[in-house]
């Protein structure tokens, strides 16, 4: 049933969390979770779907922990520390102002421990927050889906046998862990934004999401620059949200979008969240603040014909320099373009041609054929557009490529 798939697709991290509180194991809690989707693929076709979807799913996944904890002795003092919240009574106000009463955040960094790998702490809690199949954070991390299963799974037993606390950790601790969880909501955010897999070129619950926890990581921790730019660079994407999909949901490219659709509330709050980015900032800006900086100026931009494409250039080379990676130069490549020409832009590319982790990355042929066509090289860049359809797995995204190779037929 496509609704109840739907629906637990956008509720799944928030069931997941609060069933953790009870349980104080995530593998457990992701494991009742799928069995209320199962109880509601079985029921709703019935009865119905309920008022509240979300509420439904929630209130069996609580009580079948619970049932759990009753079962199983070991659990007893577990269940008594639960108690008020067995019994739906909201937790009592934090006696620590720090103290932020949010499972989302608790989830990720709990996720985030050290007792994990960089690579384990973002794939679990893609999986668990984001709800993302193997194959979407496969395609996030550009890793292989074996290796990424096999991460989730050594996660979570890795979790369970230390035996890391549901909680929101404090002082250095707290910012040890802080990258991981930057990255985990950068990452989460930029699935919503433009999804790897599915019929849809957007999934907005999940932006919302990330940007929710962005701005109460900053409540958590102002005075970090970082957190400051994650918020400015995920504030002004957002605001172009409304104009990146045509009345059929099709993609619209930046260059075609109509500005006027972008959300100026969030633009606003953007420029103000990287002001206090720099404010804070005690050197030079960090990898989140210069993705902000690009995101400004084409914020700053009425036409796309007036973006300062040579200051995006640039702060893409500084962001080339301080986090080096092919699919910064393959962004930098594009500014250069834009700035320089297509000729300039498709020698940049071409030399990420043999970077294995580009291998199966959609983007470098789909780039690699509009500096084509710029050139007037069309039935190179319909091959190139051909084989960027053939590698992504957004149905969407598929057919704009398709269309863009028929263009150079």
């Known amino acids: 049933m496509e609704t109840v798939e739907a629906v637990f697709r956008i509720e799944s991290a928030r069931i997941i969390a609060g069933v953790t509180r009870i349980v104080r194991d995530v593998g457990i809690a992701e494991e009742i979770a799928q069995d209320a989707l199962v109880a509601a693929l079985e029921q709703w076709p019935e009865s119905g779907v309920p008022d509240k979807p979300g509420a439904w799913l929630m209130a069996t996944a609580k009580h079948r922990a619970i049932d759990l904890v009753r079962r199983k002795e070991t659990y007893a003092r577990k269940l008594a520390e639960v108690g008020r919240t067995l019994e739906d009574v909201p937790p009592p106000e934090p006696a620590d102002a720090e103290d932020i009463d949010d499972d989302l955040l608790r989830l990720i960094f709990t996720a985030c421990h050290p007792v994990l790998s960089t690579e384990a702490r973002i794939a679990l809690t893609l999986r668990l927050l984001g709800g993302l199949t193997t194959e ?36 250095s601790e707290r910012a040890a862990r802080l990258d991981s969880v930057l990255e985990v909501i950068y990452l989460v955010f930029n699935e919503g934004y433009s999804a790897t897999a599915g019929d849809d070129w957007q999934r907005p619950a999940l932006c919302e999401d990330a940007l929710r926890l962005a701005r109460v990581l900053v409540g958590l921790m102002p005075k970090e620059p970082e ?145 084509l066509a710029r050139l007037g090289r069309r039935a190179e860049a319909r091959a190139e557009f051909e084989r960027a359809a053939s590698l992504t797995r957004n149905a969407r995204e598929r057919e704009l490529l398709l269309a863009r190779a028929e263009e150079r037929g």
Not at 143 to 171: D, S
Not at 238 to 265: H, K, Y
Not at 327 to 341: D, F, I, K, Q, T
Request: aromatic letters at 6%.
């Open 136 to 171: 979407e954070i496969a395609r996030a991390f550009l890793a292989t889906e074996p290796t990424v299963a096999q991460r989730i799974v050594r996660a979570k037993r890795a979790l369970a046998k230390a035996g890391v606390p549901f909680e929101v950790p404090y002082g």
């Open 227 to 371: 957190v400051h730019g994650l918020v400015a660079l995920l504030e002004i994407q957002a605001s172009r949200t409304a104009a990146r999909t045509g009345p059929g949901g099709e993609p619209v490219l930046l260059a075609d979008q109509n500005r006027s659709r972008w959300n100026q509330l969030l633009i606003r709050r953007g420029f103000t969240a990287l002001g206090r980015a720099n404010a804070v900032a005690a050197g030079a800006p960090g990898p989140y603040a210069l993705q902000a900086a690009i995101a400004a100026c084409h914020a700053k931009a009425l036409r796309y014909e007036e973006t300062d494409w040579s200051a995006i250039a640039a702060l893409y080379g500084q962001l080339a320099a301080l986090t080096p990676s092919p699919v910064v130069e393959l962004n930098r490549a594009v500014a250069v373009s834009m700035a320089e020409g297509p000729a300039a832009g498709l020698e940049l590319v071409d030399a990420l041609a043999e970077e294995p982790a580009l291998k199966e990355y959609h983007l470098l042929p789909s780039v690699r054929g509009d500096l």
